[in-house]
């Protein structure tokens, strides 16, 4: 039986779910991201913002002193390295990190053929997939690094990662925007057993069509012009309150969040996660499903090894 949908407002998250706790957000100071720390900042939480800009200045994150800001290129690694340590040297150990940066896709790069300098065929360019898994992985396993020290080493703390519906429904036109969000999911999927041993919890937002600056394709289309056509198309659209209330509400359930998948579509949500899990046998098949089950016990399937 399939899952049932739901909604959800602020007021369904405990008014004390983020008092005082660190949350650091990459890609906070636009869309999706920026809509979370506006949340979450009446709720008392100490919030990072990783970005390549700043928040804007009509923004109640800005030269806000429960907010900091660390700007830099989130494919960067030691970028990231630093400001992890520098979050959580001014703001505490981390309650929450949402894996939030991202880019659309806006070009194509399998059917329009281009020559580099030497007359030979270019190489695609890989900055969707350097941003929008990549970059991800890394955010991941800084967070898993210092999550697992929390509580005195025994560790907690939620992961959250945007993935999309591409990410379930390959999008037709986006096919490295879709690589990447499948990317996020199977992540989060292959993470969520070894890191609940750990007391902490991962789960991804799966936004369908939802109103950020990401349909503007990087500013060569205006919003308002883009959500008149999908609208008279029939689109259905999120707004991004909407993702913003979901993810807050998944940081919060703590280790109940582990392995949730919640999909997000004309503002309804479903935990597409579960609607899978309970219906393996049906596209899976009883004979292909045993097989996977008998041998996923095997220790080697488990990379849990490192103290660190």
Aim: glycine share 10%; hydrophobic share 40%; aromatic share 6%.
């Amino acid at each position: 039986m399939a899952p049932s949908t739901f909604t959800l407002t602020p007021s369904s998250i405990s008014p004390s779910a983020f008092t005082n706790k660190h949350i650091l957000i990459t890609g906070g100071s636009s869309g999706i991201g920026l809509s979370t720390a506006e949340l979450l900042l009446p709720f008392s939480a100490k919030l990072t913002i990783l970005d390549i800009n700043s928040p804007p200045t009509t923004s109640s994150l800005h030269n806000n002193k429960s907010v900091l800001v660390i700007t830099g290129d989130i494919r960067d690694w030691k970028y990231q390295r630093a400001a992890f340590a520098q979050a959580i040297k001014q703001n505490g150990e981390l309650a929450g990190v949402f894996v939030n940066a991202g880019i659309g896709e806006n070009s194509d790069v399998f059917f329009t053929d281009e020559l580099d300098q030497d007359g030979e065929l270019k190489e695609i360019d890989h900055k969707v997939l350097d941003i929008d898994i990549r970059a991800a992985a890394d955010t991941t396993k800084l967070a898993i690094h210092h999550m697992r020290k929390n509580n005195g080493g025994q560790g907690s703390g939620a992961i959250v990662l945007t993935a999309s519906l591409a990410g379930y429904l390959a999008s037709k036109g986006l096919p490295l925007y879709s690589a990447a969000k499948f990317g996020v999911v199977g992540l989060m999927r292959s993470l969520k057993n070894d890191v609940s041993r750990l007391n902490i919890a991962i789960s991804v937002v799966a936004p369908a069509i939802t109103v950020t600056p990401l349909l503007t394709k990087d500013g060569t289309l205006t919003l308002d012009s883009e959500v008149t056509k999908m609208t008279n198309f029939g689109v259905p659209l999120n707004k991004v309150e909407t993702i913003s209330t979901a993810t807050a509400w998944l940081l919060s359930l703590g280790q109940k969040s582990n392995g949730k998948g919640i999909l997000c579509q004309a503002d309804k949500l479903i935990d597409i996660e579960e609607g899978l899990a309970t219906s393996r046998k049906a596209w899976l098949g009883e004979e292909m499903l045993g097989y996977f089950r008998n041998g996923r016990g095997m220790k080697d399937f488990s990379k849990l090894k490192s103290k660190i």
